[in-house]
């Protein structure tokens, strides 16, 4: 069964468009149930209805005519009871409602099962038979299991449908919305450039070009660039293979000739096909009609020819890439954007980002917040990789984006494009005035840093201090670890940078989701797996060198604080705390006068939490990771789109837990800020500074909206606003009281559209 089921969804995968997806399936879940109908009812959100949109064994002429309403008949029936319903003879039941134009008057038996996808019934799919009979256990599973499978298939047949302009009748529609999650606060209008993972054959999407001389040059430049590495290979092992092993690689080579797989794809590309998209094609027919066969050695051969097909993309993709012009207004989407990807496109040409994987919390949207952009994350269920050379609307506040934009959603959103460039503009004024209340309590505010361009993003917010340095972030750019020399030459630059203001220095904060391509580590919890200090104390070579450079780099300066990531206790912290003495003691026997700088550490870790104490007596300050703390305090994946709505650092166990953080750290004497994303959200700050955090820490984008804020309330009044939060148990409760208070002071200016994620 589950080899049944593996086909009929790859089939389905691989149908163009919504209409040959449903046909594909009605006629095979037909076959493999022995039914005499299978039909797929669509629910049409405009009108509300069931919609007949395949069938195999009624009467096809009914198709897109005969519809019923939730409340009616046996489909509508499966639709709203969200369950499977399996009838002897349908007539019989009472919800039965007999179309004459489908010729259903001779099928007894009925088989529905409703079409979930993401908790939305998207339809039914439903098999019927002449004879009475109830269907069997096995049936009914089989069924259920079917649907659910194809709500996924679905969703995408349709989206991808109407990314081409098509609705779900094939005719023209103008504007798709897509939902995900708010990554970025903004707006933007661009056009879409997708950044595809290399060499991955199955998103590569069909395109037709004019060119058809130059697709066939870089095809016949691929297929000789894996020629001679094939030809490498095969010399390079061969004292290491069995001259059959070896044989391979001549099979691999007659595969690329003319008259085999080259010649095919030469083919496609003629038609009018880019030499990718040609390949995708030929390789996709070959690979599914050996994994098809149910013979083990010619399935296997099928990874043979996806091998060689990603190997040629590897060539094509290559080409492109140098040839790549990003033009003005480019909306970047990726399957899983990355901070190296950020980086790719040139200053001042990138107005917005789309990732089908990750959450508002991941680090990709952390440096995505840090450089202003409108980004959207998690956007399941577009079909990113057709949307190249598309236009496009990304609203980062809801965390939604549009396809196709009409002219009036078009200009709704270059309206809000261009009141935020004036807020931003107004806010420009603040930047020589202090942060501090209208009562007197002075917050200092500073900067959470890892791209170069945020220091001077930084500079012109007026940032008073750097209260986190993501190290990690010029780790992740670089193509392997960088030298104790190269990352002197960083961090000094870092430190003369702010100088004479603080500059908090992360150690080295890698695993969970941010990997360096160099050093991977695959696990399957990376949250709660080798992350952060637990990595470099298993590496202390790797801790060594970081924090000796950092100590060399501050020579003269002094403007030096080191932090420490993920402590779950003093062990930990003791180890790492010794290991920054050997190598302080290091650099001053290799002649380099540097005071010891403060050391902190993060509270990020629940275990941190209730430690605050033990942990403050041995170092000089504190500072607590609100974003991890939140994931852990709550449980909830800060990366799984899935949960996103779980994730609430205004829950009331993390207001607990930073309370308790506060007192603790101040009891023992030792300042305690914070440099999750919390402390840049204007409304949480108000909570943050009543609770008596020493200073807050932010992207620079979010500090004159939360200066502008804090000079508004009085301390007084923020710990009236404290006082309440703490007193609710539902995070609801306290988001919407919150609200309601910033409103009645008139203060809702700054919490303005981002009040729909963070308030
Ligand atoms: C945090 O966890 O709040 C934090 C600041 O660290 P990061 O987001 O880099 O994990
Ligand atoms: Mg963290």
């Known amino acids: 069964m589950l080899n049944t089921l593996r086909k009929i969804v790859q089939e389905v995968n691989s149908a163009k468009d919504l209409k040959t997806a449903l046909g594909i399936i009605v006629l095979r879940v037909k076959e493999a149930m022995g039914s005499q109908v299978c039909s797929v009812y669509l629910l049409d959100p405009e009108t509300n209805r069931f919609v007949l949109m395949a069938t195999e ?186 001259p059959e092993e070896r044989a391979l690689f001549d099979v691999y080579l007659m595969m690329l000739e003319d008259a085999a797989l080259g010649g095919e794809v030469m083919a496609v590309i003629k038609t009018g096909q880019w030499a990718q998209g040609a390949l995708r094609q030929v390789v996709g027919e070959h690979v599914n009609r050996f994994e098809l066969m149910d013979d083990d050695y010619l399935r296997e051969r099928a990874s043979d020819v996806k091998d060689l097909g990603r190997r040629l993309l590897a060539y094509l993709q290559e080409a492109r890439s140098q040839s790549l012009v990003y033009q003005d207004n480019t909306i970047l989407v990726s399957e899983e954007l990355t901070p190296a990807m950020l980086g790719e496109v040139p200053e001042g040409k990138l107005v917005g980002l789309v990732s089908v994987l990750g959450s508002g919390n991941s680090h990709v949207a952390i440096l995505a917040r840090a450089m202003g952009i409108p980004t959207v994350m998690g956007l399941v269920d577009l079909p990113y990789s057709k949307v190249d050379g598309i236009e496009m609307i990304v609203d980062g506040y809801k965390g939604e984006v549009y396809t196709n934009p009409g002219e009036v959603l078009r200009k709704q959103y270059s309206d809000v494009v261009e009141e935020e460039r004036q807020l931003a503009k107004g806010l420009d004024a603040l ?97 709660l797996g080798w992350r952060g200090i637990r990595v470099t104390l298993d590496h202390p070579e790797i801790f060594l060198v970081q924090t000796r450079a950092m100590l060399k780099a501050s020579e003269g300066l ?93 829950h009331p166990a993390v207001l607990q837990a930073l309370n308790t953080v506060v007192r603790d750290a101040h009891g023992e004497g030792k300042p305690v800020s914070i440099c999750g994303e919390m402390a840049g959200d204007p409304a949480a700050a108000i909570l943050l500074m009543a609770m008596g955090f020493d200073s807050l820490s932010m992207n620079a984008t979010n500090l004159p909206k939360v200066k502008w804020m804090l000079r508004q309330v009085n301390m007084g009044k923020a710990k009236e606003l404290l006082a309440e939060a703490l007193s609710h148990d539902n995070p609801q409760v306290i988001h919407s009281s919150l609200q309601l208070a910033l409103k009645n002071l008139g203060l809702a200016r700054m919490i303005g559209p981002e009040a729909n994620k963070t308030l």
Request: hydrophobic content about 40%.
């Open 558 to 650: 002094n403007n030096l604080r080191i932090l420490l990531p993920m402590i779950s206790g003093i062990h930990e912290l003791e180890e790492a705390l010794h290991l920054i003495h050997r190598a302080w003691g290091e650099v001053r026997d290799e002649g380099t006068d540097v005071p010891m700088p403060p050391v902190g550490v993060m509270v990020e870790i629940p275990a941190a939490v209730y430690q605050t104490k033990e942990l403050a007596r041995q170092v000089d300050f504190l500072s607590v990771g609100s974003n991890d703390l939140t994931q852990y305090l709550l449980a909830v994946d800060r990366n799984n789109p899935r949960v996103a709505d779980l994730y609430d650092y205004l």
């Open 57 to 242: 064994g009624l009467n096809k002429r009914s198709i897109g005519k005969v519809s019923m309403a939730p409340n009616e008949g046996l489909v509508g029936l499966v639709g709203t009871r969200e369950e499977p319903l399996n009838l002897e003879n349908a007539a019989d039941h009472p919800r039965y409602r007999y179309f004459a134009e489908t010729g259903e008057e001779k099928f007894a038996s009925f088989l529905g099962a409703p079409i979930i996808h993401h908790r939305r019934v998207v339809g039914v799919l439903v098999i019927q038979q002449k004879e009475r009979r109830q269907f069997d256990e096995g049936e009914e599973a089989f069924l259920v299991t079917m649907s659910a499978q194809l709500a996924g298939v679905i969703a995408h047949a349709e989206a991808t449908g109407s990314i081409r302009g098509l609705g779900r009748q094939g005719k023209g529609i103008q504007e798709a919305r897509f939902v995900g999650v708010p990554g970025s606060p903004g707006a933007a209008v661009g056009r879409a450039v997708v950044m595809l993972p290399p060499a991955d054959l199955e998103v590569v999407p069909d395109k037709t070009v004019e060119d058809i001389d130059n697709e066939l040059k870089l095809f016949s430049n691929a297929l000789e660039g894996v020629r001679e590495d094939m030809r490498k290979l095969s010399a390079k092992l061969a004292t290491q293979l069995r």
């Open 431 to 527: 930047r020589e005035l202090p942060c501090i209340t209208p009562d007197g309590h002075r917050m200092p505010l500073w900067v959470n840093t890892g791209l170069l361009a945020d220091v001077a993003r930084a500079q012109q917010r007026g940032a008073e201090g750097v209260g986190l340095y993501r190290t990690e972030v010029p780790f992740m750019i670089n193509q392997r670890f960088p030298s104790e020399k190269e990352q002197l030459a960083i961090y000094r630059e870092q430190l003369q940078a702010f100088h004479p203001l603080p500059v908090t220095m992360r150690t080295l904060d890698i695993g969970g989701d941010k990997a360096l391509s160099y050093f991977p580590i695959k696990e399957e919890n990376p949250f």
